[in-house]
């Protein structure tokens, strides 16, 4: 599974990336954060006047001045969290659920004095890379006997989740700067590193992670309070989630949440004595930002593990065969043609309607399963190809850009047990690079799911038409 079982990363993406957030900021520090003006990102204009730029906007007829001062900080959280069963199933097997995270962060604060089209458009976000090391010693995992696992049979220790070390590109975009306090939201994306998996012989019941790596997601709602000019306390609700988004099995996926507290080592800042000026004026930020309707062509080639093969070994394998809750699954290939007509309106954000073609190459494994199960009409009506319409959307934050889309399939046949754990509709969230001595083509990496299961991982290469 992906973040909630996947499809609720999507939701809550385009839930925190879709709407605008201003910020604003009120009297009483000398930090950035709280200037004790108003400036609206948009009205900002910027010229070289030498060792320091001077930058004008619009706030009635006042005048700031201030220093650009340092971009870079540091911050270190911890988080005593829990675990937490999603469904009714998983809520059998789950039983420890206490976990400790320790992260530190190295940060690049942008500022106003940058000139940075982007960072102005999202209030001037504060970009990080760092780790997090997760001590999950309090988890313990057991199945114990029930009639739900068929043939699997009870063992006689616990399982365990094991350490879990993460390591991540993370932003955080603050919507509130009030005098010393700031409110922000926080994404972090990365991989995830686990000391301890699924194996069949001393971690059988660990169905949250089956594989060594594993997709980091993380988010978090914080709030900060500037003690000193250097230093601030911070507080607040933190979620993360690892799975390997179906490229092996099990895949149920680790999600947990908890309150999080730390510390934030604020960039240098120096007094409102010369340096930028900020005043009002009647230009807006230097921008070649041109609307554009464009056509996005890309092609996918990823593949997947199969949940069908995950069911049938764990619970309707005889205890005595080789395959019996076995670790080891069979990788299948998959394909994509993606494409969209699309409308980039303002610089961060482009919607638009595509098709999607889907290829897999399991479908010879998925007739062999339904003819296995007796249903030989449900196996001739197999067909390896789907086909989806979809409403698609795209964050873009210079070169790098996240990809989403929620789509209904308007032709799809994958099997009786297909109809059973998966959805008519479809969802899809990907992180893209784009080369502009390419002509704009990207390279990027998305996950395929539907609604509660990822469906498929894969590697994508793209190239964007401009029509108008």
């Given at each position: 599974?992906?973040?909630?079982?996947?499809?609720?990363?999507?939701?809550?993406?385009?839930?925190?990336?879709?709407?605008?957030?201003?910020?604003?900021?009120?009297?009483?520090?000398?930090?950035?954060?709280?200037?004790?003006?108003?400036?609206?990102?948009?009205?900002?204009?910027?010229?070289?006047?030498?060792?320091?730029?001077?930058?004008?906007?619009?706030?009635?007829n006042?005048?700031?001045?201030?220093?650009?001062?340092?971009?870079?900080?540091?911050?270190?959280?911890?988080?005593?969290g829990?675990?937490?069963?999603?469904?009714?199933y998983?809520?059998?097997?789950?039983?420890?659920?206490?976990?400790?995270?320790?992260?530190?962060?190295?940060?690049?604060?942008?500022?106003?004095?940058?000139?940075?089209?982007?960072?102005?458009?999202?209030?001037y976000?504060?970009?990080?890379?760092?780790?997090?090391?997760?001590?999950?010693?309090?988890?313990?995992?057991?199945?114990?006997?029930?009639?739900?696992?068929?043939?699997?049979?009870?063992?006689?220790?616990m399982?365990?989740?094991?350490?879990?070390?993460?390591?991540?590109?993370?932003?955080?975009?603050?919507?509130?700067?009030?005098?010393?306090?700031?409110?922000?939201?926080?994404?972090?994306?990365?991989?995830?590193?686990?000391?301890?998996?699924?194996?069949?012989?001393?971690?059988?019941?660990?169905?949250?992670i089956?594989?060594?790596?594993?997709?980091?997601?993380g988010?978090?709602?914080?709030?900060?309070?500037?003690?000193?000019?250097?230093?601030?306390l911070?507080?607040?609700?933190?979620?993360?989630?690892?799975?390997?988004?179906?490229?092996?099995?099990?895949?149920?996926g680790?999600?947990?949440?908890?309150?999080?507290?730390?510390?934030?080592?604020?960039?240098?800042?120096?007094?409102?004595?010369?340096?930028?000026?900020?005043?009002?004026g009647?230009?807006?930020?230097?921008?070649?930002?041109?609307?554009?309707?464009?056509?996005?062509?890309?092609?996918?080639?990823?593949?997947k593990?199969?949940?069908?093969?995950?069911?049938?070994?764990?619970?309707r394998?005889?205890?005595?065969?080789?395959?019996?809750?076995?670790?080891?699954?069979?990788?299948?290939?998959?394909?994509?043609?993606?494409?969209?007509?699309?409308?980039?309106?303002?610089?961060?954000?482009?919607t638009?309607?595509?098709?999607?073609?889907?290829?897999?190459?399991?479908?010879?494994?998925?007739?062999?399963?339904?003819?296995?199960?007796?249903?030989?009409?449900?196996a001739?009506?197999?067909?390896?190809?789907?086909?989806?319409?979809?409403?698609?959307?795209?964050?873009?934050?210079?070169?790098?850009?996240?990809?989403?889309?929620?789509g209904?399939?308007?032709?799809?046949?994958?099997?009786?047990?297909?109809?059973?754990?998966?959805?008519p509709?479809?969802?899809?969230?990907?992180?893209?690079?784009?080369?502009?001595?390419?002509?704009?083509?990207?390279?990027?990496?998305?996950?395929?799911?539907?609604?509660?299961?990822?469906?498929?991982?894969?590697?994508?290469?793209?190239?964007?038409?401009?029509?108008?």
């Amino acid at each position: 599974m992906f973040f909630m079982r996947n499809g609720h990363l999507i939701i809550s993406l385009m839930m925190l990336l879709w709407p605008a957030c201003g910020w604003a900021a009120a009297e009483g520090s000398d930090t950035l954060a709280a200037t004790g003006e108003r400036v609206e990102a948009a009205a900002l204009r910027a010229t070289d006047t030498g060792a320091l730029p001077t930058v004008t906007g619009v706030r009635g007829n006042d005048t700031l001045t201030v220093r650009p001062g340092s971009h870079w900080g540091a911050a270190f959280r911890m988080m005593p969290g829990r675990v937490i069963p999603l469904d009714s199933y998983s809520s059998q097997w789950i039983h420890g659920k206490r976990t400790f995270t320790l992260g530190a962060e190295l940060n690049y604060n942008t500022l106003p004095s940058d000139s940075d089209a982007y960072a102005a458009a999202f209030g001037y976000p504060t970009l990080s890379v760092g780790a997090a090391y997760d001590f999950n010693h309090g988890v313990t995992l057991h199945r114990y006997p029930s009639p739900s696992w068929g043939k699997a049979q009870e063992v006689d220790y616990m399982s365990g989740l094991g350490n879990a070390l993460s390591v991540y590109f993370s932003v955080s975009r603050p919507f509130v700067r009030a005098g010393r306090l700031q409110l922000a939201y926080v994404l972090r994306l990365g991989l995830g590193f686990y000391t301890y998996y699924y194996n069949n012989r001393d971690n059988i019941d660990n169905e949250l992670i089956g594989s060594p790596i594993n997709i980091y997601f993380g988010a978090a709602l914080t709030a900060s309070w500037q003690l000193t000019p250097r230093w601030a306390l911070m507080g607040g609700v933190e979620y993360r989630h690892h799975s390997n988004g179906a490229l092996a099995r099990p895949n149920k996926g680790e999600n947990a949440v908890g309150p999080v507290v730390g510390v934030v080592w604020l960039p240098e800042r120096e007094p409102h004595s010369g340096g930028h000026t900020v005043k009002n004026g009647s230009g807006g930020l230097h921008d070649d930002f041109r609307k554009t309707w464009f056509v996005d062509l890309g092609v996918g080639v990823g593949g997947k593990t199969l949940l069908e093969d995950w069911q049938i070994t764990q619970f309707r394998t005889d205890p005595g065969d080789p395959d019996y809750r076995t670790e080891h699954f069979h990788f299948h290939p998959a394909y994509s043609l993606q494409t969209a007509f699309m409308y980039r309106y303002i610089r961060k954000w482009a919607t638009g309607i595509g098709a999607d073609l889907f290829y897999g190459s399991y479908y010879k494994r998925i007739r062999e399963i339904e003819t296995a199960n007796g249903h030989a009409d449900d196996a001739r009506r197999v067909s390896p190809w789907s086909v989806g319409i979809a409403l698609k959307h795209e964050v873009y934050y210079h070169r790098f850009s996240v990809a989403m889309s929620v789509g209904a399939y308007l032709y799809r046949n994958m099997g009786s047990s297909a109809k059973e754990i998966e959805k008519p509709y479809y969802e899809r969230i990907g992180l893209r690079y784009s080369f502009a001595s390419l002509g704009g083509m990207y390279l990027g990496a998305s996950v395929n799911a539907h609604l509660t299961k990822a469906d498929f991982a894969e590697l994508v290469v793209g190239f964007p038409i401009r029509v108008y």
